[in-house]
């Protein structure tokens, strides 16, 4: 079976190269973005008037085709956080998941609160081109990552105020990446290797995590009922996508999805 990672970061690779050439470091560093203090992920996430949901704008995936290419980051991404997002997840990767820097620029003019990158980060130009489009948040994926490389990429982003968000699929990843540069340890419950979910990976890995960390589980969150019972394992976050894309209107399946959640939480707490 085809290795989808792989294809994704010779494509970037590639694409990274091509960018440096159009827009230099030293370009991207006098936006007005660049030298603007961050918002906090892991304060919000860990906020009690928040849901701890990290909600996210993707039109499309490798695994998914096309979910949803009618986007307008401005109302989708003010609905979100109307609906009690702790934050908001932004794919700026085009070849594969539709997404555009632009994206995360237009997001982050409509909004006060803190804003993944969502993209395939190999290189330190991505990690200054993240702030430069006005991210607070840069995710690093292990899979894709030598371990001394993704502390090396984790410490360049911290240096230029941006939090940390690092993902694994099993717990050979996690064990090999545990250093303080990170602030938020995400659990990837889909295979990037083959696109294939599996909830359990979460529930497997959180007890591994050091407490240090704010814990996330990402992708197949698609019922409220599950989110409470990854909640009641020991995440504090939760990545949420496609479960609000596949929607015509994302921001309103939000908003009824974290009304869904809340409402399960108060009546398990009433009848404990």
């Known amino acids: 079976m085809e290795n989808i990672l792989d294809k994704i970061l010779a494509v970037k690779k590639q694409e990274v190269e091509r960018r440096k050439e159009l827009f230099p470091a030293k370009l991207l560093e006098e936006s007005i973005y660049f030298p603007s203090p961050t918002v906090s ?81 190999i290189d330190e130009y991505q990690i200054i081109e993240a702030k430069s489009i006005g991210a607070d948040v840069i995710l690093l994926i292990a899979a894709a990552l030598p371990p001394k490389r993704l502390k090396g990429l984790a410490q360049f982003a911290k240096s230029l105020g941006l939090e940390v968000l690092m993902e694994v699929h099993n717990e050979e990843e996690l064990l090999n990446n545990i250093h303080p540069e990170l602030d938020i340890v995400g659990v990837n419950n889909r295979d990037l290797k083959r696109f294939v979910t599996d909830i359990n990976i979460s529930k497997e890995l959180v007890a591994k995590i050091p407490e240090d ?60």
């Open 213 to 272: 960390y704010v814990k996330i589980s990402e992708s197949g969150i698609n019922d409220p009922a599950v989110m409470l019972e990854l909640k009641e394992c020991g995440f504090e976050g939760f990545l949420i996508g496609e479960q609000f894309m596949k929607e015509s209107r994302p921001e309103l399946g939000a908003k009824h999805f974290i009304e869904r959640f809340h409402f399960l939480e108060k009546t398990k707490t009433q009848t404990v």
């Open 41 to 121: 992920m892991k304060k919000y996430l860990l906020r009690p008037d928040k849901s701890g949901i990290i909600a996210e704008i993707k039109r499309k995936s490798p695994s998914k085709g096309v979910i949803n290419p009618n986007v307008s980051v401005e109302r989708i991404s003010i609905g979100y956080m109307q609906a009690g997002a702790s934050g908001l997840s932004i794919l700026t990767d085009s070849e594969f998941f539709g997404g555009k820097n632009e994206d995360l620029t237009t997001a982050r003019n409509f909004n006060f609160c803190p804003i993944l990158r969502k993209d395939f980060i």
